[in-house]
C-alpha cells in the first residue's frame, strides 16, 4: 500500500532560534476565540474558513486542550504566511498528552523562499514548548519545500503513513501512521518517493 504521508517528530532540544523574519513582515500570535474567529488581515474566503474551522473546533471543545493557534505574517495589511499549531484532535489521534502538532502551513507564493515559513515554525517551538513536549509535523511525501522547512528546525522522519477519510467525508479525515521504522530507512523510502527538484510539485495543505 502506497504511504503519501511523512511524519516528522521534534523531541528534546529545540532552543536554537535563529531564524529571521525580513524587516518588511510583521508577525503575530492569533489564538481562535468567538471576537476573533478568523485572522484580521486581509486574506480570502477560503483562507478566513480554514481559520474559522480551527475556532468551531476549539469553541466546541474539540481539541485536548486550550493550547492552539497559527503564527500569523503580515505585509502592507495581507496576511502571506500562516502556520497553525493545535493539540490532539480527531485528525492527529496518534498525538499523545501535551504533544502538538504544527500544521496547515502556507506562504503566498509571491513571499515564497524568503525563510518565511521557518521563522514561523521556529516561533511556534518557542513559544509553545514546555517540558516534555514533542511537535509533530505531517506533510505529503512530495512537498519537498515543507520537507526542507521542517527538517530545517531539526525534526526527524519517524513515520510513513496516510489520510484516512471515513465514509469518504473529508470533514472527519485523519491522519494513520502505518510504519515506523528507522529514521535512515524512512529517509530511503521517502527519498525514492520523491520527484528531483527539477520535477518537485507543491501540494496545497491538508485542513
Ligand atoms: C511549504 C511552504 C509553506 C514553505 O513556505 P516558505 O515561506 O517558502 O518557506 P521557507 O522560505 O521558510 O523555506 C522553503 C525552503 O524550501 C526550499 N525549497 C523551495 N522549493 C524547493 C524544492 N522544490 N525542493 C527542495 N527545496 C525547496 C527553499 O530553498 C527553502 O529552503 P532554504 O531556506 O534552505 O533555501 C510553501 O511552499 C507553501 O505555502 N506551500 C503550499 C502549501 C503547503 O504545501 N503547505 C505545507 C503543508 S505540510
Known amino acids: 500500500m502506497r504511504l503519501p504521508y511523512c511524519f516528522y517528530h521534534l523531541i528534546g532540544d529545540y532552543s536554537d532560534f535563529n531564524a529571521e ?45 486550550q493550547e492552539c493557534g497559527a503564527i500569523c505574517v503580515v505585509q502592507e495589511g495581507s496576511l502571506v504566511h500562516y502556520s497553525g499549531f493545535t493539540p490532539r484532535y480527531w485528525r492527529f489521534r496518534f498525538i499523545v498528552g501535551e504533544d502538538m502538532q504544527i500544521g496547515d502551513t502556507w506562504t503566498d507564493p509571491s513571499h515564497r523562499g524568503k525563510g518565511i515559513a521557518f521563522f514561523a515554525l521556529q516561533q511556534i517551538l518557542r513559544i509553545e514548548r514546555s517540558p516534555g513536549r514533542s511537535f509533530w509535523y505531517v506533510v505529503g511525501e512530495s512537498n519537498l519545500p515543507s520537507i526542507r522547512v521542517v527538517k530545517k528546525a531539526g525534526f526527524s522522519l519517524v513515520a510513513k503513513g496516510r489520510w484516512v477519510r471515513p465514509l469518504g467525508i ?38
Not at 518588511?24 to 468567538?34: F, G, I, K
Open 21 to 65: 523574519l525580513p524587516s518588511c513582515y510583521s508577525w503575530h500570535v492569533w489564538r481562535p476565540s468567538l471576537r476573533a474567529p478568523w485572522f484580521r488581515a486581509k486574506s480570502n474566503l477560503r483562507t478566513k474558513l480554514r481559520f474559522a474551522f480551527r475556532t468551531a473546533v476549539h469553541v466546541l471543545g474539540l481539541f485536548a486542550t
Open 170 to 207: 473529508k470533514l472527519f479525515g485523519s491522519y494513520m501512521m502505518e510504519e515506523e521504522r528507522g529514521v535512515e530507512q524512512l529517509e530511503s523510502v521517502a527519498g525514492a518517493a520523491q520527484p528531483s527538484l527539477s520535477q518537485a510539485v507543491t501540494i496545497p495543505p491538508d485542513p
